[in-house]
Structure formats: structure tokens, C-alpha cells
């Protein structure tokens, strides 16, 4: 079927003839007859890493497999996702171990970007949390992956981008939990300096993400509320019914401007009055605050927009955020998603996060937004940090190959081995790595 596709941020937008998998018996054929394919989840990456001439669509492909209360280990088809996971699982008493800030993911997709949470710094990205796999090559072999069998496939495929062969299904670890409650505590940062010290000085929290005021300078610069959090032990597991907000139509461009982008941003900070708070939240709200007005993603105009989340290690990370942060308030094109995470060490090889900080903020597609980034590019660069590329659309291959190295020779050397006639392909793939 042909249809007209995009990432979450709208851009680009490709045509491709996508085929919708229910049966893994159908995607033999699909693979032997076409070249230049690319699995397909909810399309929650923002740029081009699910786009391709021809898409194999696995959001329909979703079937709870089996569950081990002994061990914790639930089974699944790689369409299955966060969300209808987080449905069986709450009220038997788990939760996911890692999750990223939406639950409208697939897990084919969670482990093709090898997501993180708000939790890298104690618990690591998706990959801490799956057992195993099973994946059909360019061949149609189908494979085991674990740490003990096929183990090179299984760590480069955390990261792989869909690139190495697509995933049919996965048994993934959940943890424990006695309340769909989080104990919540924001503080308020002043700038910089304090939010860096006050991430080091609560690092034992389990959760802990910070959204800064990427307009404010001088000494300002970096005003920010920390948010933490730990289950709560409150023996709740109702599970209330989240009401949903929606963006019915495409806003007009000039809907979000610095002027409403600064008012929102006081708004923000100023709505937490004391310096500290501490209450119980519904873990939607800790952990999903976007997902609750569909289609948010409109916000941003027909033309679409941009996510920038770069990640510096932890020795340049201070000097290369104020750096970043002084441009973007130079510029004028503030964000209104800006948030700040810790990570800790990182297992899978050809993956994002490197321990240090990473930072995330949205941009409407416009010239000046564009050439914003590329200013930041070379920042980033000259800090030796790197982008993720399921946020990508734009980088410059020099940009990647500085932020990926020697990942990425192991990673392609691999691909070589494994589909030598090239025929997993990403838009992302052809501008980035081919
Ligand atoms: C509001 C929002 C918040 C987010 N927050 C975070 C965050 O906190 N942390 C984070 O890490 N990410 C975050 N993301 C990004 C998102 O989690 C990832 O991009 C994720 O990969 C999207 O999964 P998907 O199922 O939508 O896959 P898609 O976007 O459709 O595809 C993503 C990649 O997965 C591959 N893929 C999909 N299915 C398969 C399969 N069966 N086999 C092989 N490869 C496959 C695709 O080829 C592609 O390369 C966020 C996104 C949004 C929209």
C-alpha cells in the first residue's frame, strides 16, 4: 500500500509502499522480494529512521507470548507496545524496568534505539531489561539473540537502527512495584551549576530528569527544576483512566514564538513556588506528561519540527551545555521542551548514551532553526559528544562519524556479514552511513 510517511517531528515526510505484518510466515517473502526495506513500530522516532523506499509496518504484529511470574519475564511480539504492556503489567504489580517519555513505543523499536529512561544513571538503557530475541535476517534465517547465543548480533542490535534484521519477538524483564505512584520531589534550580551540583547530590534517586529555561542568560543561564522520583509504597494499583487532550488541526507557524516560548517558560518555573516540593504523583504524569494530549506533535505547524538531544561525556559536559545553552538564548529560538538527564555507563556499543549529560529540545523546521543546529553541531563536535539518531533528521555525516567512531566500523563491518546485499535500508541509513 502507498502511503505518504514521516517521523513523529513531521519531517521529512517520504512516499513508501508499506506492508503491514500480522504473520512472521508473510515477512520471509517481503524480504526476499524487495530491497531497500525498513521495519516500521508507532513511528515515535522523530526523523528519518523508519522512513525507507519500501516499510515493513509492525504495529499491527502485537501478541502477548507468555508470562513468568517467577522470574518476571514477559514475552512478546516485537509490535507490542509500552503502553498495552504497562496495561497487563500494573495491575499484576509490575512496571517496565526502563522506559523512555512516551509508552507509545513498540519493543522492536525500544531495542532498535536501545531507549533510555529517566533512570541511565542507575539502571541502564532498554537493553538491561531484555533477555533475549529472535530475529529474521536478510536471509530469512531466523536467530536467537542473547548475551550467551549470538551474542555480537544481540549487543549491536541495541542501537542498530532496525539495520541488522528485524525482531519478532523479545522477553523482557519487569520489576516489581506496589503502587502506580510516584513519591515526587521538584527542586528549583538557579542556574546551571546548581541543577549540575543537585543531579550529583541526589544521584541514589532511581529517577531524576531536570526541564531548564533554555531562554534565560547571564546568571540565569540554566534555570531548571530537578524532578525525582521513587515508586511509592502505597499498596495502590488502580489504575485510573488518563484523560486525553488533543491537537485537532496543525497550529499556525507563528503560534510559538520566543515571546510565548519565554511566558510559558516563567509560567513554568514560577507555577513550583517554594524552593523544594514533595507530593505523590500518577506515574503517567512522572513519566508521560506528553502522552496525554494526542497528536502533540501538530503543535509545531504543517511544516513540522526537529529534535536536537546530543549527549556530552561528563568531564566536558558543564562547559559544553553553557556553551550550547548561551547559543540558543543568543539565537532567540528557545524551546519548550528542554530537559536534562544523567547517564551512568553504557553496556551496548553502538549506542547513544556515554556517561555524562545529555540534553533534548524540540525546534520548528524553519532556515534559521536549521542553521541553529548545524552552530550547534560544531559545538557538540569540538566536545567530542554525539546526537541519537532516532531524534535525528538532519547531522552531517562528520557529525555522526566524530560522535560514533570505531562503534560504527565494528557495527558496519558486522552489517556486512550479516546482509551483504545491503537490503535492510533507512532513509537515515543512506544519508548517514552507507
Ligand atoms: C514524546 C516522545 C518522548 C520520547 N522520549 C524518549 C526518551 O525519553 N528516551 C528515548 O530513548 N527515546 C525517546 N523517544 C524516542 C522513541 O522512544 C524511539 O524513537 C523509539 O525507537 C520509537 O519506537 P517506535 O516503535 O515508534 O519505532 P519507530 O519510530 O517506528 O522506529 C524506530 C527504529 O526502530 C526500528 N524498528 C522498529 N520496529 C522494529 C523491528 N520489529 N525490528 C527491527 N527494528 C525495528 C526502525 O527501523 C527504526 O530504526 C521519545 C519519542 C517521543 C515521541
Excluded at 256 to 271: A, C, G, H, P, V
Excluded at 349 to 364: K, Q
Aim: hydrophobic share 35%; proline share 2%; with cysteine.
Amino acid at each position: 500500500m502507498k502511503k505518504t510517511l514521516s517521523g513523529w517531528g513531521l519531517y521529512p515526510t517520504v512516499e513508501a509502499d508499506v506492508s503491514y505484518i500480522k504473520r512472521e510466515e508473510n515477512l520471509k517473502e517481503i524480504i526476499r522480494r524487495k530491497n531497500g526495506l525498513i521495519a516500521r513500530g508507532l513511528g515515535r522516532s522523530y526523523g528519518d529512521s523508519s522512513l525507507a523506499k519500501y516499510v515493513v509496518d509492525f504495529s499491527k504484529f502485537s501478541y502477548f507470548l507468555g508470562f513468568d511470574e517467577e522470574k518476571n519475564l514477559l514475552k512478546v511480539t516485537a509490535g507490542v507496545s509500552l503502553s498495552e504492556i504497562l496495561d497487563f503489567a500494573i495491575q499484576r504489580g509490575y512496571f517496565l524496568k526502563i522506559t523512555p517519555g512516551t509508552k507509545f513505543i513498540t519493543v522492536g523499536g525500544a531495542i532498535a534505539s536501545n531507549v533510555h529512561g529517566k533512570n541511565h544513571h542507575k539502571e541502564g538503557s532498554f537493553v538491561s531489561c531484555v533477555k533475549s530475541f529472535r530475529m529474521m535476517l536478510a536471509n530469512g534465517e531466523i536467530v536467537n539473540c542473547s548475551r550467551e547465543e549470538n551474542s555480537e548480533l544481540f549487543w549491536y542490535s541495541f542501537g542498530g537502527m532496525g539495520l541488522l534484521g528485524i525482531i519478532l519477538d523479545a522477553e523482557i524483564e519487569l520489576k516489581k512495584i506496589n503502587s502506580v505512584n510516584i513519591d515526587y520531589k521538584g527542586i528549583k534550580a538557579k542556574d546551571l551549576e546548581e541543577v549540575f551540583s543537585l543531579f550529583e547530590e541526589n544521584h541514589s534517586y532511581t529517577y531524576s530528569v531536570a526541564w531548564i529555561d533554555c531562554l534565560k542568560r547571564g546568571k540565569y543561564l540554566g534555570r531548571s527544576i530537578l524532578m525525582l522520583g521513587e515508586h511509592s509504597d502505597d499498596k495502590n494499583l488502580v489504575q485510573k483512566r488518563d484523560k486525553k487532550l488533543s491537537v485537532p488541526f496543525f497550529l499556525p507557524s507563528f503560534v510559538l514564538n520566543r515571546l510565548s516560548i519565554k511566558t510559558f517558560n516563567s509560567m513554568y518555573y514560577n507555577k513550583q513556588i517554594g524552593k523544594i516540593v514533595v507530593k505523590k504523583v500518577n506515574y503517567n504524569s512522572f513519566f508521560y506528561p506528553l502522552d496525554s494530549i494526542l497528536n502533540w506533535n501538530r503543535m509545531y505547524g504543517k511544516r513540522g519540527f526537529f529534535q536536537y538531544q546530543f549527549v556530552l561525556s561528563k568531564k566536558e559536559s558543564f562547559d559544553g551545555l553553557k556553551e550550547i545553552l548561551e547559543e540558543i538564548s543568543k539565537s532567540g529560538y528557545g524551546s519548550f521542551l528542554a530537559v536534562l538527564k544523567l547517564f551512568g555507563k553504557e553496556k551496548a556499543p553502538f549506542s547513544f548514551p556515554m556517561e555524562g549529560y545529555t540534553l533534548a529540545l524540540d525546534f520548528p523546521v524553519c532556515k534559521e532553526t536549521l542553521q541553529l543546529a548545524t552552530n550547534l553541531d560544531k559545538i557538540v563536535f569540538r566536545y567530542g559528544g554525539r546526537l541519537y539518531l532516532s531524534k535525528d533528521s538532519r547531522m552531517g555525516r562528520d557529525i555522526f562519524l566524530n560522535g560514533y567512531r570505531d562503534s560504527f566500523k565494528m557495527f558496519k563491518s558486522l552489517k556486512h556479514r550479516v546482509d551483504p546485499e545491503n537490503k535492510f535500508q533507512s532513509n537515515q541509513w543512506r544519508r548517514l552511513m552507507e
